[in-house]
């Protein structure tokens, strides 16, 4: 399967190290230069921002959909290629999951971890099939790894399903996961032949 555009959920804040606007920003020039479009949040602050300019300057495709509610604080990125301005966050989601072959999670706050985690429960549903991964920078993601590996031990994620996420510190190998054909079963189907 080939990546046609990759959803990037980040944070609307740079964060403390510069090693995560760096990361953001290898990550819109590197989508770019694969010809992968760049389907985010719309705003022109933070991570989100950085990884749209950095995509835009290497001549690739940028979709913006942002809420009217942040679009009226002035918080939209008015370079992108593509804009929708929709009425609620849900719709959000919807449009960002529509437009996207796989989701991208680059450090971020709650908004960022809420976005992803959505996107992996409905292929963990089977709502859709496609991958999510972490960009795990300066080991930012890390924690995400042990809550995974603890939900898995407990009986809360199936071994067979663990494989939905990646979390990986190497941007081009993640690239690749992300492109892999699914591997899972609908987790229902999974429960009901116990």
Known sequence: MSLTAVAVFCGSSPGRDPAYADAARLTGRRLAERGIAVVYGGGHVGLMGTVADAALEAGGEVVGVIPRSLHERELTHTGVTE??????????????????????????????????????????????????????????WQPMRTMLDHMVAEGFVRESQSGIVTIDDDLDRLLETLASPPTWRDKWDLEVKR
Do not use: C, N
């Not at 680059?106 to 991964?133: D, V």
């Open 83 to 140: 804009l929708h301005v929709v009425e609620t966050m849900h719709e959000r989601k919807a449009v960002m999951a529509d437009r996207s072959d796989a989701f991208l999670a680059l450090p971020g706050g709650a908004g960022t971890l809420e976005e992803i985690a959505e996107q992996w429960t409905w292929a963990q549903l089977t709502i859709h099939e496609k991958r999510s991964g972490f960009l795990d920078v300066l080991g930012f």
